[in-house]
């Protein structure tokens, strides 16, 4: 364990100083993790139930994916995809037996991944549909949360997220998240995909109305749209299924993974569609120098076999089952609504969030605040039911005291 030549006064008077102010941080320096816990540079240790927005479904430093990463390291870890590597070929095999989507495309952030099935969605609409060229149109929903790059802040409804960042992309058009008749009427003949959160995340753990999903797979089938779910937060296990849209009877025409796809040791991410779709790509059209890179994808590749092999997904039903029914029984004059899926949760109050979350550090439980109001619930998925019972008598704790 390697020590901090600053102190922890200094390590955030420093990164006052010389970073960007663009994000604002519980005061709390981690320096070290193992699996559901995390240690400070003071030697504190708390339970982490964010879990990196569900970058660390497995875990903190999962040994089964370290030991993938230092073996990659000491081989090769970028070739470039001018050459090929033998990792590529594995992670794609992996992606396409764990969701059955036909064929995959590597990125490394989530946003490159939304921005990648974005394009795939415009030209399949021009090459493909037949929409005249320039006048596509993506639908999206109200509150969605899909990255940080002009043209996906261009989708979004959130007035920070777009304020000052003009000019913005043109071609998303709005639909109110849940509403199926908002969708229909959303659709023109120039539509070319319908691009949506099973589960909003960053919204405040938004789950939509039963049967929503199903309803948009046969309007977008009726109407020629291509459906791709945004799964980067929701999916890899947070749910309680591989991915959230499987608690419906629908099927993608576009998946798009990241975050725990790498266990939170490296960027990797993913655009999966069908053959059909894919195939609007051809060389040159569209690429990442790391994208692909033996590397990112022998990460990729252990940190998808734990968890098949740890079932997390199996775990993160039974557990979030158990823990929202707990949470439930807490009684207190500020909760306004909890709702969730698998151990992906959320707890909204009638009052800003913020210092309840500094209040369950002090108890020794790292929360993040979404939306003022709500406090997520997203610990890794390893966690046991010891752990979960020791975390519910802290947040019954802070929320009745
Ligand atoms: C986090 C997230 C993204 C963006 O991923 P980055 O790796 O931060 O670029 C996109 N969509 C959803 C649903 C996310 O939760």
């Not at 200094?10 to 559901?36: K, Q, S, T």
């Not at 430093?61 to 000491?74: K, V």
Request: glycine share 10%.
């Amino acid at each position: 364990m390697s020590s901090s030549p600053l102190s922890p006064a200094d390590c955030i008077a420093v990164e006052n100083e010389l970073g960007a102010n663009n994000y604002h941080p519980l005061d709390v320096i981690i320096n070290r993790a193992e699996g559901i816990w995390v240690w400070d540079v003071d030697g504190n240790k708390y339970l982490d139930f964010l879990a990196a927005y569900s970058a660390v479904n497995q875990g903190h430093c999962h040994p089964r994916i370290r030991e993938a990463a230092i073996g990659q390291m000491a081989r090769i870890t970028l070739t470039s995809r001018a050459f090929r590597n033998d990792q590529l070929p594995l992670l794609y095999r992996k992606l396409h037996e764990m969701s059955g989507m036909d064929v995959s495309l590597p990125m490394n952030s989530g946003a490159e991944a939304v921005e990648t099935a974005f394009k795939a969605a415009r030209k399949w609409g021009e090459k493909v549909k037949g929409i005249a060229g320039g006048s596509q149109e993506i639908i999206v929903c109200s509150d969605n949360f899909h990255g940080r790059t002009i043209s996906i802040i261009s989708a979004s409804t959130e007035e920070q997220y777009r304020d000052g960042f003009g000019p913005l992309t043109p071609g998303f058009v709005m639909a109110d998240y849940g509403d199926i008749e908002a969708l229909e009427a959303a659709i023109t003949p120039n539509t070319c995909a319908f691009v949506v959160e099973p589960i909003q995340g960053e919204a405040g753990i938004r789950i939509p109305p039963e049967g929503y999903l199903a309803a948009a797979g046969r309007l977008c089938r009726e109407r020629n749209v291509l459906l791709i779910f945004d799964e980067i937060q929701s999916g890899l296990g947070r749910c309680g299924k591989l991915f959230a849209y499987q608690y419906e009877d629908v099927v993608p025409d576009g998946l798009i993974v990241g975050k725990a796809l790498s266990g939170g040791f490296y960027p990797v991410s993913a655009f999966l569609a069908s053959r059909e779709v894919m195939d609007v790509f051809t060389p040159g059209d569209h690429g990442s120098t790391f994208g692909g890179n033996p590397l990112g994808c022998a990460i990729a590749l252990a940190a998808l076999e734990v968890i098949e092999e740890e079932r997390l997904a199996e775990r993160s039903a039974e557990l979030g089952a158990w823990f929202l029914e707990q949470l439930r029984t807490i009684e207190s004059p500020h909760i306004r609504e909890i709702r969730g899926r698998g151990l992906f949760i959320g707890l909204e109050l009638d009052e800003p969030a913020r210092p309840y979350c500094e209040a369950l550090q002090e108890e020794g439980l790292l929360c993040k605040e979404t939306h003022e109001n709500v406090i997520r619930f997203a610990p890794p998925l390893v966690i046991g039911r010891d752990d979960l019972e020791w975390a519910f008598e802290r947040i019954r704790k802070v929320l009745t005291d």
